[in-house]
């Protein structure tokens, strides 16, 4: 693909596109028309209750024809605007909550597609999502459904995505050779982008994902492996390796707690590789708690005796600090100097001599993504270690190697992952695992409770609290919906948490706060000043507050399996008994089989394992892997057939060198060679 080419196109140039519209599509963070294009939908809807959907109550999507003016009324709060319409001609309510302005685009006579919850005793629809057949919803049967937000409706936003594929259909070029389309049949990419948006039948969506899912997968894996050659072609000087043992031990030694034999391995294996001419590369996996933190500062601690410098790169600045502040306390104490550099610290450190602008001097520099810019450059980096490593990109992390000569890298993650899939997903990576949690661990009380048992949930949380413990409470989404009402929100919560327990003592964090008001929030709760903290599950990374010992998680059903083991991780990182509770009314079989898994195991391996088992086709789109890579379109996991063939295709190319001499791969390789040189993501 060429730079100046349709992919940059600001999103004004679509028809029916302005200010407001661009603004919109901004909030989803859709900035050109090629975010646009691959903009993919969650899921797709079925027209199957159709026929015979008046029998009972439930989600349906139907045809109906306005039969009437549209009335409103006021209730509760809300409007509603009641529209008379007939489907299968039996006469019905359409309703459709706070949105009165619709009432004057409606007239009788229209044909809507109508989604939304079904009451045979009243004979409504209370209306989710409505649109009116257009040449590419000519009222077909499986309608995508995209994420929106309350500024564009998914209406709104198929009429846009089909303006602009006919605005820019001839120019849509293939960056996949000839030959591995013709190879694995696969669908031209202008076809595979009509058939993800606007399908007629499943076989298009599966035809459509096959080609997209192998372009992304085929691309990662072309980095990764050019990244690796790169890597495996490089030396590193040698180290005074009598002076790094002594700072890794006087550092062991110094420790108020015995290492567990996991780490105590994992520590003397990653030594050995330090030490040696060739740069390390390796993941370090643990389940949560596990004390990854530990081995990584043993390392630095030896690196900082023998003269080198560490790096140590955390998804978010809340994490960064809380590693800054357990460094400090364990290696300070031994000689070793660290620094923080975030986004916000930054600033203040530039402020100094303006020769010595960005340059770190300290042992071990903890930071952000901050840690890879250009604006900072080191002495002598030895290692760096990335934290919860999936939260990167491939640019990023090679960027922060690039910082030194030859420098080590070590990945620490959460997930569990099996090693053949580590093989596939991240090149030649070594896999070092820590399989024992510390011994002074309790087990963590699970429990399961329905939703109307409120009070259970209150009594254990006022004990706790009357501990001075802390607590954190989740739910599946930021605020309320009309059709939804059952399902707790974050904001929900919050109230209810504020009116049993007193406005000082509780905190909100979510994901679309900004991050001033998130960064205080989890502040206040890290330092103790509020007791329970009510958030969505972007907390379920990495955070550790000792004195929590309480995980309430609202809506369990809807969550992975992963993602709940990574919640639960979160308390029980002392030595007072934690609890987690799951409140959740699961309807489906997986759903309780996931709480029952839960119940029953601790093991953050053996849970990965029954999540594979447990992963049904209807979850292929929505419920991603917390802790792989992410993807625009394709699962690592449910997609890992396609995952293989691309990094044996990628092989061969690079092998034969077709990637490097082809003309059919001229596209690809500018676009590859392009992505790889733009590291900063
Ligand atoms: P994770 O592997 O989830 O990143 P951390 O490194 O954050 O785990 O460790 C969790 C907590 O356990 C930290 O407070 C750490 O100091 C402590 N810890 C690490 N190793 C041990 C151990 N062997 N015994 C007791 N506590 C430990
Ligand atoms: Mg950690």
Redesign the pocket.
Same mark, same amino acid.
């Given at each position: 693909m060429n730079g100046s080419s349709w992919q940059s196109h600001p999103l004004t140039m679509i028809p029916g596109v302005g200010p407001a519209r661009r603004a919109a599509l901004h909030h989803l963070g859709i900035h050109c028309v090629a975010d646009l294009l691959h903009y993919y939908p969650l899921r797709y809807d079925e027209d199957t209750k159709e026929h015979d959907f008046t029998a009972e109550a439930g989600t349906v999507i139907a045809v109906a024809t306005v039969s009437g003016e549209a009335r409103v009324r006021f209730a509760r709060g809300k409007s509603l605007l009641s529209l008379p319409v007939v489907i299968h001609q039996t006469p019905m309510h359409a309703l459709f909550f706070n949105q009165t302005y619709l009432r004057s685009q409606f007239s009788v006579g229209m044909t809507l597609r109508l989604h939304g919850r079904y009451d045979p005793a009243r004979k409504t629809i209370t209306v989710t999502r409505h649109e009116r057949p257009s040449k590419h919803n000519a009222l077909r049967s499986i309608t995508p459904v995209y994420a929106v937000s309350s500024s564009i409706s998914v209406t709104t936003l198929r009429q846009i995505m089909s303006a602009a594929l006919r605005c820019v259909w001839e120019q849509l070029r293939d960056v996949l050779p000839g030959e591995i389309i013709t190879h694995f049949r696969l669908p031209s990419y202008a076809e595979a982008l009509r058939m993800i948006h606007f399908p007629d039948t499943f076989s298009d969506v599966h035809q459509a994902r096959r080609r997209l899912i192998f372009e992304e997968f085929f691309r990662y894996q072309l980095h990764l492996q050019l990244l690796r050659d790169e890597i495996a072609s490089e030396r590193t000087t040698s180290l005074d390796a009598d002076r790094f043992y002594e700072g890794s031990e006087s550092f062991v030694r110094a420790l108020p707690?015995?290492?567990?034999d996991g780490?105590r391995c994992a520590i003397e294996e990653l030594s050995q590789e330090l030490i040696g001419t060739s740069p390390m590369r390796r993941l370090l996996q643990?389940d949560?708690?596990?004390? $990854?933190?530990?081995v990584a500062f043993a390392l630095a601690a030896g690196l900082a005796r023998a003269g080198c410098q560490t790096a140590l790169m955390a998804p978010t600045a809340i994490l960064a600090e809380q590693h800054y502040r357990?460094a400090v306390r364990m290696l300070h104490p031994l000689g070793v100097t660290v620094a923080l550099k975030t986004s916000e610290t930054s600033e203040s450190t530039v402020s100094g001599n303006p020769s010595k602008r960005g340059e770190c001097t300290e042992d071990l520099i903890i930071g952000t993504h901050t840690l890879a810019s250009p604006a900072l450059s080191y002495r002598h980096l030895r290692l760096a270690v990335i934290d919860e490593q999936h939260r990167f990109g491939v640019g990023i992390r090679r960027a922060l190697r690039e910082k030194g000569n030859g420098t080590s890298v070590l990945h620490?993650s959460?997930t569990p992952i099996p090693r053949s899939l580590a093989l596939t997903l991240y090149g030649d990576l070594a896999v070092t695992t820590l399989r024992e949690r510390? $011994?002074?661990r309790l087990p963590i009380k699970t429990q399961h409770v329905t939703t109307s048992d409120q009070t259970s949930v209150f009594r254990l949380l006022r004990i706790e609290l009357a501990k001075g413990h802390q607590a954190y409470v989740v739910a599946p989404r930021i605020r309320p919906d009309d059709v939804d009402e059952e399902i707790k929100s974050a904001e929900k919560l919050y109230e209810e948490m504020v009116a049993e327990l007193g406005v000082a003592r509780v905190a909100l964090v979510h994901g679309q706060m900004n991050d001033k008001e998130r960064q205080h929030a989890m502040r206040e709760f890290v330092a103790g000043r509020t007791q329970v903290l009510v958030a969505t599950s972007m907390i379920e990374v990495?955070v550790?507050v000792?004195n929590a010992t309480v995980m309430i998680v609202y809506g369990a059903e809807r969550f992975g399996l992963a993602t709940l083991h990574q919640l639960r991780?979160r308390v029980g990182?002392s030595t007072y008994p934690s609890y987690c509770i799951l409140v959740a009314d699961p309807a489906g079989n997986t759903a309780k089989a996931r709480i029952e898994a839960l119940l029953s195991s601790q093991d953050g391996f053996e849970l990965a394992e029954r999540d594979l088992t447990l992963r049904g086709p209807g979850e292929l789109l929505g419920a991603r892997q917390s802790g792989l890579p992410s993807f625009a379109i394709g699962d690592p996991l449910t997609d890992l057939r396609i995952m293989e063939v691309a990094r044996d295709t990628a092989e061969s190319a690079l092998g034969d060198r077709s990637f490097w001499l082809l003309p059919s791969y001229q596209l690809l390789r500018e676009s590859v060679l392009r992505e790889l040189e733009s590291k900063m993501e």
């Amino acid at each position: 693909m060429n730079g100046s080419s349709w992919q940059s196109h600001p999103l004004t140039m679509i028809p029916g596109v302005g200010p407001a519209r661009r603004a919109a599509l901004h909030h989803l963070g859709i900035h050109c028309v090629a975010d646009l294009l691959h903009y993919y939908p969650l899921r797709y809807d079925e027209d199957t209750k159709e026929h015979d959907f008046t029998a009972e109550a439930g989600t349906v999507i139907a045809v109906a024809t306005v039969s009437g003016e549209a009335r409103v009324r006021f209730a509760r709060g809300k409007s509603l605007l009641s529209l008379p319409v007939v489907i299968h001609q039996t006469p019905m309510h359409a309703l459709f909550f706070n949105q009165t302005y619709l009432r004057s685009q409606f007239s009788v006579g229209m044909t809507l597609r109508l989604h939304g919850r079904y009451d045979p005793a009243r004979k409504t629809i209370t209306v989710t999502r409505h649109e009116r057949p257009s040449k590419h919803n000519a009222l077909r049967s499986i309608t995508p459904v995209y994420a929106v937000s309350s500024s564009i409706s998914v209406t709104t936003l198929r009429q846009i995505m089909s303006a602009a594929l006919r605005c820019v259909w001839e120019q849509l070029r293939d960056v996949l050779p000839g030959e591995i389309i013709t190879h694995f049949r696969l669908p031209s990419y202008a076809e595979a982008l009509r058939m993800i948006h606007f399908p007629d039948t499943f076989s298009d969506v599966h035809q459509a994902r096959r080609r997209l899912i192998f372009e992304e997968f085929f691309r990662y894996q072309l980095h990764l492996q050019l990244l690796r050659d790169e890597i495996a072609s490089e030396r590193t000087t040698s180290l005074d390796a009598d002076r790094f043992y002594e700072g890794s031990e006087s550092f062991v030694r110094a420790l108020p707690f015995q290492l567990t034999d996991g780490q105590r391995c994992a520590i003397e294996e990653l030594s050995q590789e330090l030490i040696g001419t060739s740069p390390m590369r390796r993941l370090l996996q643990g389940d949560v708690g596990s004390g $990854k933190t530990a081995v990584a500062f043993a390392l630095a601690a030896g690196l900082a005796r023998a003269g080198c410098q560490t790096a140590l790169m955390a998804p978010t600045a809340i994490l960064a600090e809380q590693h800054y502040r357990d460094a400090v306390r364990m290696l300070h104490p031994l000689g070793v100097t660290v620094a923080l550099k975030t986004s916000e610290t930054s600033e203040s450190t530039v402020s100094g001599n303006p020769s010595k602008r960005g340059e770190c001097t300290e042992d071990l520099i903890i930071g952000t993504h901050t840690l890879a810019s250009p604006a900072l450059s080191y002495r002598h980096l030895r290692l760096a270690v990335i934290d919860e490593q999936h939260r990167f990109g491939v640019g990023i992390r090679r960027a922060l190697r690039e910082k030194g000569n030859g420098t080590s890298v070590l990945h620490l993650s959460a997930t569990p992952i099996p090693r053949s899939l580590a093989l596939t997903l991240y090149g030649d990576l070594a896999v070092t695992t820590l399989r024992e949690r510390p $011994k002074d661990r309790l087990p963590i009380k699970t429990q399961h409770v329905t939703t109307s048992d409120q009070t259970s949930v209150f009594r254990l949380l006022r004990i706790e609290l009357a501990k001075g413990h802390q607590a954190y409470v989740v739910a599946p989404r930021i605020r309320p919906d009309d059709v939804d009402e059952e399902i707790k929100s974050a904001e929900k919560l919050y109230e209810e948490m504020v009116a049993e327990l007193g406005v000082a003592r509780v905190a909100l964090v979510h994901g679309q706060m900004n991050d001033k008001e998130r960064q205080h929030a989890m502040r206040e709760f890290v330092a103790g000043r509020t007791q329970v903290l009510v958030a969505t599950s972007m907390i379920e990374v990495g955070v550790s507050v000792l004195n929590a010992t309480v995980m309430i998680v609202y809506g369990a059903e809807r969550f992975g399996l992963a993602t709940l083991h990574q919640l639960r991780g979160r308390v029980g990182r002392s030595t007072y008994p934690s609890y987690c509770i799951l409140v959740a009314d699961p309807a489906g079989n997986t759903a309780k089989a996931r709480i029952e898994a839960l119940l029953s195991s601790q093991d953050g391996f053996e849970l990965a394992e029954r999540d594979l088992t447990l992963r049904g086709p209807g979850e292929l789109l929505g419920a991603r892997q917390s802790g792989l890579p992410s993807f625009a379109i394709g699962d690592p996991l449910t997609d890992l057939r396609i995952m293989e063939v691309a990094r044996d295709t990628a092989e061969s190319a690079l092998g034969d060198r077709s990637f490097w001499l082809l003309p059919s791969y001229q596209l690809l390789r500018e676009s590859v060679l392009r992505e790889l040189e733009s590291k900063m993501e």
